[in-house]
């Protein structure tokens, strides 16, 4: 009977280090995934530049951005209805410039420069001074590009041009 009562306080102890453990472990992972992964949004930026910059391809910019896996279902939505205003109000000209580095004109690669919260600032490699906002969002633990340029980048956070 004693080597039993001893076993089974063995083993309570072993499963509360256990769940502690676990817990812990939790609580790193939260830890982790409360910091934006700004890598994400860098090399989302860097993908669009080498996506625009190719005359020879075939996929459309919403076509381009429904297959990416990177950016939120919010992201997705917005460019379209902005792209989709746009030829409303201009079937000739649409919208003018490109609402993602809400320019006409832009560097061929992107930097970080700064981050804010779920803001990052980047900046052209050749052209510092070529500067672009872009916000991350945390959806089902992962952080994805929620907003840059125009769509989903409040006001006062987008770079004046």
Same mark, same amino acid.
């Given at each position: 009977?004693?080597?039993?009562?001893?076993?089974?306080?063995?083993?309570?102890?072993?499963?509360?280090?256990?769940?502690?453990?676990?817990?812990?472990?939790?609580?790193?992972?939260?830890?982790? $995934?409360?910091?934006?992964?700004?890598? =994400? +949004? /860098?090399?989302?930026?860097? !993908?669009? /530049?080498?996506?625009?910059?190719?005359?020879?391809?075939? =996929?459309?910019?919403?076509?381009?951005?429904? %297959?990416?896996? *990177?950016?939120?279902? !919010?992201?997705?939505?917005?460019?379209?209805?902005?792209?989709? %205003? +746009?030829?409303?109000? !201009? &079937?000739?000209?649409?919208?003018?410039? *490109?609402?993602?580095?809400? +320019? %006409? !004109?832009?560097?061929?690669?992107?930097?970080?420069?700064?981050?804010?919260?779920?803001?990052?600032?980047?900046?052209?490699?050749?052209?510092?001074?070529?500067?672009?906002?872009?916000?991350?969002?945390?959806? *089902? $633990?992962?952080?994805?590009? *929620?907003?840059?340029?125009? /769509?989903?980048? &409040?006001?006062?956070?987008?770079?004046?041009?």
């Amino acid at each position: 009977m004693r080597t039993l009562t001893i076993l089974l306080l063995g083993l309570t102890f072993l499963s509360c280090n256990s769940t502690d453990s676990k817990s812990e472990h939790s609580s790193n992972e939260s830890k982790q $995934s409360s910091e934006p992964n700004y890598k =994400v +949004a /860098i090399q989302f930026i860097n !993908d669009y /530049i080498g996506f625009s910059n190719d005359r020879q391809s075939e =996929v459309g910019l919403i076509e381009w951005i429904n %297959q990416r896996h *990177d950016v939120t279902v !919010d992201f997705k939505n917005e460019l379209n209805r902005i792209l989709e %205003q +746009a030829i409303k109000n !201009d &079937p000739e000209l649409g919208l003018g410039f *490109d609402p993602i580095l809400d +320019a %006409q !004109d832009n560097p061929n690669r992107f930097e970080l420069e700064k981050t804010e919260s779920e803001y990052l600032i980047v900046k052209g490699e050749n052209w510092p001074e070529f500067r672009l906002t872009l916000k991350m969002k945390l959806v *089902d $633990s992962k952080w994805l590009v *929620d907003g840059v340029g125009i /769509i989903n980048v &409040p006001e006062n956070k987008r770079i004046k041009r």
